[in-house]
């Protein structure tokens, strides 16, 4: 679970954030951290059950940047 912190706690592992990470980058920064404590390669599978967020950050060269609440799906 994420938490409103944008760290995943899970088990041993401490809090590790993944605020702006793909869920590539975030399956590789669990099986990094995991491997602290296992002896063999540990393999994570990440699924999103759901989206609790109803906000968009728009973020580089635009006109108007900024966080953003989504009205419709």
Same mark, same amino acid.
């Given at each position: 679970?994420?938490?409103?912190?944008?760290?995943?706690? +899970?088990?041993?592992?401490p809090g590790i954030d993944?605020?702006?990470?793909?869920?590539?980058?975030?399956?590789?920064?669990?099986?990094?951290? +995991?491997?602290?404590?296992?002896?063999?390669?540990?393999?994570?599978?990440?699924?999103?059950?759901?989206?609790?967020?109803k906000r968009i950050w728009?973020?580089?060269?635009?006109?108007?940047?900024?966080?953003y609440a989504m009205t419709?799906?």
């Open positions: 679970m994420v938490g409103r912190t944008e760290k995943i706690y +899970f088990n041993l592992l993944v605020w702006g990470a793909t869920l590539s980058q975030t399956k590789a920064l669990i099986e990094n951290e +995991f491997s602290n404590y296992v002896r063999e390669k540990p393999q994570v599978t990440i699924v999103v059950r759901g989206i609790e967020s728009v973020l580089g060269r635009v006109q108007a940047p900024g966080v419709t799906r």
